[in-house]
């Protein structure tokens, strides 16, 4: 089964708008990342959080981490409609560190 | 997709065939990753590689094989053991394994259809 969950599963909003998704897992972890993937094509690597960290920002990304509800969120703010794109949550297991496990996913629509 | 690429974009294959998928990167990466994608579904591991001449199966390796002769080569076959191959596949490496996982570098991935 995924280890990450994402919530919701798709998300639609106009641009200028924040956008938020969660990420859900199940097992300790030595790190949570988050990935973008437009449609059709590889995945690009947002942003990473370590397990004792409990906030991250960068640019217009805000990433929060609660070890204890194991659970994650991404920010987008001021969204543009290039933001338009499926987001995925990636834990690093803590038991089976050399391997990421990825979410279902979020789809983003942006719109003008 | 950084300095991975993959090869071919498109693959069409009749049932009963093998068909192997190429990917190749020069971001001098020890660690290298096969996923399968299908719609609307997050990806799901296949085989991983931490170093040259090892591997070692992922989540859902029936019907897969993967060899590791090379730093930068990777490539995965699609057997005929394999039920539904049809789906996007991706490759990624990232750098040498640290404790911990890397960030992970895509390649643009291969889509194929099984006749």
């Known amino acids: 089964s995924q280890q990450g969950e994402e919530d919701p599963q798709a998300l639609s909003i106009q641009e200028g708008e924040n956008a938020t998704m969660n990420c859900s897992y199940k097992?300790?972890?030595?790190?949570l990342q988050w990935y973008r993937q437009n449609s059709g094509r590889g995945l690009v690597h947002l942003i990473l959080?370590?397990?004792?960290?409990r906030e991250k920002h960068s640019g217009r990304l805000r990433v929060t981490l609660d070890t204890s509800k194991k659970s994650s969120s991404l920010l987008i703010t001021a969204s543009r409609a290039a933001d338009t794109a499926s987001y995925f949550c990636a834990t690093d297991a803590s038991w089976a560190a050399s391997k990421l496990t990825f979410g279902t996913g979020t789809r983003l629509q942006v719109t003008l | 997709d950084g300095g991975i690429t993959q090869s071919p974009k498109y693959l069409f294959r009749k049932e009963g065939q093998n068909v192997t998928l190429s990917c190749e990167q020069n971001l001098n990466h020890d660690a290298m990753y096969w996923y399968r994608q299908d719609p609307g579904q997050g990806l799901r591991l296949i085989y991983y590689?931490?170093?040259?001449?090892?591997?070692q199966k992922g989540d859902i390796a029936e019907g897969y094989s993967v060899s590791r002769e090379k730093k930068e080569s990777f490539p995965l076959t699609v057997t005929s053991a394999q039920k539904n191959p049809t789906a996007f596949y991706l490759c990624?490496?990232?750098?040498?394994?640290?404790?911990?996982?890397?960030?992970?570098?895509f390649g643009p991935g291969t889509r194929l259809t099984v006749l």
């Open positions: 959080i370590r397990s004792n960290e």
């Open positions: 097992t300790s972890i030595n790190n």
């Open positions: 590689s931490q170093i040259v001449n090892d591997f």
């Open positions: 990624a490496s990232s750098p040498a394994f640290s404790g911990s996982a890397d960030t992970q570098y």
